[in-house]
């Protein structure tokens, strides 16, 4: 997918490194507010080895990151990073479209994610693109979108 000299593809293991430092950048923000932040960046060649993992590049610069891993009846979107010098342009929205569109293409009606409780632009941005929000344990908040 290329729009606009934004290139979306599946990445490669020799992405893993700058899509580890795109996570990185993407979730700096949320740290001062989130004492128990998950290495979010961590095992990148891995994800990409064994799941569905789209790079978005523009020029040679890895700017966002999707991550999808298959489960028992629904999709989960497991990573959706966009690095902080490209957000509100609409790349998040295009990942977003194209994680329903391959979950779709591998015969899946259903998709999940979680987001932490104090990501809540996270839920509103989800909710805006008519995720649903299943259920709130402790720091985790559950959501799913019916394809």
Known sequence: MTVEGLRIRK???????ALASCIDAAYAQYAERISDMPPVSEGCAEEIAENLVWVAVEG?????????????????????????DHSGKGLGGKLIALSEKAAKK???SEMRLNTHVAMPENVQF???????????EGNTVSMRKIL
Do not use: C
């Not at 990445?11 to 893993?16: G, R």
């Not at 700017?63 to 009846?73: A, C, H, M, W, Y």
């Open 60 to 84: 040679n610069e890895i700017i966002g990151g999707l991550f999808l891993v298959s489960r028992d009846g629904f999709m989960k979107l497991a990573n959706l990073a966009v690095h902080p």
């Open 11 to 17: 990445a490669q293991l020799t992405d893993a490194d």
């Open 126 to 136: 989800y909710s805006h693109l008519g995720w649903e929000e299943l259920s709130r």
């Open 106 to 108: 591998r015969g899946y």
